[in-house]
């Protein structure tokens, strides 16, 4: 879709949640294995959650008054007290793991983070969740959504990414790869190799 005026961008507010939650699940759909939907979505909210402790600042693309894009930025290791996402966040994981399905989720999260934590960086931030809404993308939204940063934090932020992300799009705003690994995995049946990038800001 062409936009015919500038989307607007600004603090994210309660009435954006329910968006930047479709905006998860849309994005993680295909990296995610399940047949029921309630899995879904309890998955979906765990990740939502686990944002809202970690977040700094989420930052929202708006068009024509519609949440069409996201950024969320943060400090993995560290967290908010966040006392009720807490205890949402060990809801939805202690009801994933009454299913065989839904542990097998969670033993990936688990291997994720094991991977992430083998790339170490000095980078005082990271981007936690950057999505723009399909049918708004090639509009520099997402450019827009970068472009939100401070200028004077921009080179402390880095960012990890996987196969599926587009690793291209953060490469031509100035990230560069400083590290990877990766191990095999079965998706639906297949097994294939998961990579998981480590970019910082150049």
Not at 42 to 54: E, G, S
Not at 137 to 142: E, F, Q, V
Request: glycine share 4%; with cysteine.
């Amino acid at each position: 879709m062409q936009l015919k005026k500038e989307p607007a961008y600004r603090k994210a507010v309660k009435k954006d949640f329910p968006f930047i939650q479709e905006f998860i699940r849309k994005n993680y759909h295909d990296r995610w294995e399940f047949e029921e939907p309630h899995t879904e979505k309890h998955l979906t909210k765990i990740m939502f959650y686990d944002y809202m402790i970690h977040r700094n600042q989420i930052t929202v693309a708006t068009y024509r008054d519609q949440t069409v894009g996201v950024l969320i930025t943060g400090k993995q290791k560290a967290g908010h007290p966040a006392p009720v996402c807490r205890l949402k966040k060990v809801y939805h994981f202690l009801r994933l793991k009454l299913s065989g399905e839904g542990r097998k989720n969670l033993e990936h999260f688990s291997q994720i983070r094991q991977m992430q934590q083998k790339l170490t960086t000095d980078s005082e931030n990271q981007i936690l969740f950057l999505y723009v809404s399909k049918d708004y993308r090639r509009n520099g939204i997402g450019s827009g959504l970068l472009a939100q940063l401070s200028q004077n934090e921009r080179n402390t932020y880095s960012i990890y990414m996987d196969q599926m992300d587009h690793r291209s799009f953060m490469e031509a705003h100035g990230f560069i790869k400083k590290n990877e690994t990766s191990q095999m995995r079965e998706l639906n049946k297949k097994r294939f190799r998961e990579t998981i990038f480590l970019y910082q800001a150049n």
